[in-house]
Structures are given as structure tokens and as C-alpha cells.
């Protein structure tokens, strides 16, 4: 058994969902979780899974993933002993700090974090400790104090970068991505990439409020969109993303 989303779903606060024997898979379309969803599993390879309020005992998950292009958001609490699991490359998680004190695991490549409550200004430094297997990234904050957010496998703080969100957040993406900022073109513009033309083997991101024009002929080892960014490419221009492309904003092919 199993349950597919495609569509709308909402759970409304007094109601439930339980898959009895198998996973809940977000393909496209929006659900969003005000009661309580049960289930061995929890699949976001499309659209958005929203959980509206503190995780319970109720949302008896066993694992949840992230696929490309998927979006799960935490409003409220998630406790310690949660996993969340970028299945693949190319998700979006979307949490608040301190309420999220669950691990992440498999993040990094195009795989974006959404610290929705922290805006970028508000943090004046990070730093990471930890080993081979987990460690902690410390968000240090104005005014003094911290949030933590802990993370399953082998990183430095080298591997993070820090963005506005736009929205009064703050967006984590991998360092080795390249960043375009501003609004021009793909080439004639070079100087809104922050490390130069990406080529087939660079990643990279666009932005909020950034807008970028492919005109020419270009490539990119795999390119995402962020929320309120955008990219066009024109008429008789070749865009080649060599991984995945990941839309979260607005992509326009003329």
C-alpha cells in the first residue's frame, strides 16, 4: 500500500492520515499537514509537504526523504530524534532554529536549506565542528547567542555558504556552488557570477530577486533556481544543464 499525492491535501488539526503499510510519496501538487500524518515513510519527490504545526508522537514517520525538485517544510517543532535525508541531490528543507533539532543527512551538491526564521543580516558568523560521521553547524547570532542545526556525515565549514532568502530567511547552499546575483546576461554580465562563467562541470544557483538571461550558448553542471529568482532562456539560445535543473522560482524558455 501507499499513498500518492498529486494534487491539493490538506489535514486539517482535528483530522489524521495513516498509510497502514507503506510510504506517503509527495509528487506533485501541495499537501499541507495541520493534524496528523502516519506513515513508514515520507517520499517528497515533487511539490511541496508542509507540516503546519509541532511534530508528535502522532506523526509516527519512520524516514523522511527528499528527492530532486522536493520541498518539506517544518513550521514548528521537530524533535531530536527525526532524520530528514536529501535522497538525492536537488531538495529543499524548509525549518525554523532553534525549533528544528532534528539531523539532516545527504545535504549538499544542489540541496538548499531554508533557515525561515533567522534573516541573513541577523547572523554575524558560523562555525562547524564534528568528525567523520556528524558534527554541528553553529549559526551565531546578533545580540549575542546561538542556533544549531546538526548534520549526519563529513563536513567543514568550508563546504557552507549563507544567502538571503528574500523572505526574511536565510538560505544554506553548498560553497562549491557558483552564485549569480543581480540581473543581466549569462556571459556579458560575468561579473554576477561570484566565481566566473560556470562550465559543465560547476554547479550553480540563482538568487532571490536575481534575474539571469541565457542568450548564447551555454552550460552549467546543474543550475538552480531559488525562490523569487528567475531565468530565461531566449529564443535560439542552447542551455545545456549537464544534472539536474531545480525550479523554485520562475524559468522561462522562449
Known amino acids: 500500500g501507499g499513498v500518492d499525492n498529486r494534487g491539493a491535501l490538506r ?27 502516519s506513515a513508514e515513510s515520507v517520499a517528497v519527490n ?34 531530536s530524534n527525526r532524520t530528514v535525508t536529501f535522497a538525492k ?30 534573516k541573513r543580516s541577523a547572523i554575524i ?21 546561538s542556533d544549531k542545526l546538526r548534520f549526519t556525515g563529513a563536513y567543514l565549514r568550508g563546504n557552507f555558504r549563507l544567502l538571503d532568502d528574500g523572505q526574511n530567511g536565510t538560505y544554506i547552499v ?10 543581466g546576461d549569462w556571459d556579458a554580465d560575468a561579473g554576477n557570477w561570484g566565481d566566473g562563467v560556470p562550465n559543465a ?3 550553480a544557483v540563482v538568487t532571490p530577486n536575481a534575474s539571469l538571461t541565457a542568450s548564447g550558448v551555454d552550460e552549467v553542471g546543474a543550475l538552480t533556481v531559488l525562490r523569487n529568482g528567475s531565468l530565461t532562456a531566449a529564443n535560439g539560445s542552447q542551455l545545456t544543464a549537464h544534472g539536474a535543473l531545480v525550479n523554485h522560482g520562475l524559468a522561462i524558455f522562449q
Open 11 to 37: 489535514i486539517g488539526a482535528a483530522g489524521s492520515l495513516s498509510v497502514q503499510s507503506g510510504a506517503f510519496v509527495q509528487v506533485a501538487g501541495t499537501t499541507t499537514v495541520s493534524g496528523s500524518l
Open 46 to 79: 515533487g511539490g511541496k509537504l508542509e507540516f503546519a504545526s509541532d511534530l508528535s508522537t502522532a506523526d509516527a514517520i519512520g524516514a523522511f526523504n527528499i528527492g530532486v525538485g522536493g520541498d518539506l517544510a517544518f513550521d514548528g517543532a521537530v524533535q
Open 89 to 118: 541531490s536537488g531538495g529543499l528543507l524548509e525549518l525554523s532554529a532553534p525549533a528544528f533539532a532534528g539531523a539532516i543527512a545527504g545535504w549538499g551538491g544542489q540541496s538548499v536549506i531554508d533557515v525561515k526564521n533567522l
Open 125 to 145: 558568523g558560523y562555525t562547524y565542528a564534528g568528525d567523520a560521521s556528524s558534527g554541528t553547524l553553529t549559526l551565531k547570532l546578533a545580540g549575542g547567542g
Open 174 to 183: 553548498s560553497a562549491g556552488l557558483d552564485v549569480w546575483s543581480g540581473v
Open 201 to 203: 562541470g560547476k554547479g
